[in-house]
């Protein structure tokens, strides 16, 4: 049952050692859920909420794909859940990667519990190199170019950080071709 896996998911400690906080893993998830959100791992802003995506960063997601925040919460629509469950600290230039032991000890588990999942929607390159593996392309913008080839079960994404924009503004081919078609596809989901 997910109700108990997800328990055990959110008392999980296997990364302790390695946190800047006492581990408290963020994650959101439905047997019913359509759309599955792999982002990275949460900020220090989300990891004191308890909200995934509760930053400038989901309310750029949120826009992107054209939802409110009733209907991105709704894990009857949406499940979340970031390659490392818990804030893994600041580094040099920014968060450090997410923790690996999450995907390995958990992504399957409750993948195996969510048979409805119709889009994953990955969410940087972390998301994008561990689930398109050799698929993926040599770098991330490569990857979101060719968002085609992935669907209709992925759609790789930039990070929707204002630590991007830079990005957005040198890629517009990323709002006039990629967002279209993720709005659409999220559309006719949420839809059906």
Known sequence: MIENLLSD???????????????KPIIRASPNSKILVIGQAPGQKVQ????????????????????????????SLFA??????CYPGTGKSGDLPP??????????????????????LLIGKYAQDYY???NAKESLTE??????????????LPHP???NNIWLKK????RMNVIPVLQSTVKAILES
């Open 132 to 134: 398109l593996s050799r």
């Open 48 to 75: 004191n909420s308890g909200v995934p995506w509760d930053d400038a960063s989901g309310q750029a997601l949120r826009e992107w794909l054209h939802v409110s925040s009733e209907q991105f919460y709704n894990t």
């Open 99 to 120: 923790r690996k032991e999450c995907a390995k000890e958990w992504h399957k588990k409750v993948l195996d519990q969510m048979p409805d999942i119709q889009l994953t």
């Open 171 to 174: 890629n517009d081919w990323f």
């Open 143 to 156: 990857t979101v170019k060719n968002h085609a080839a992935y669907l209709p079960h992925y759609i790789p």
């Open 80 to 85: 979340i859940m970031p390659m490392g469950f």
């Open 9 to 23: 998911i959110r008392s999980c400690t296997i990364c302790k050692a390695h946190l800047p906080n006492y581990p």
């Open 161 to 163: 950080s204002p630590r």
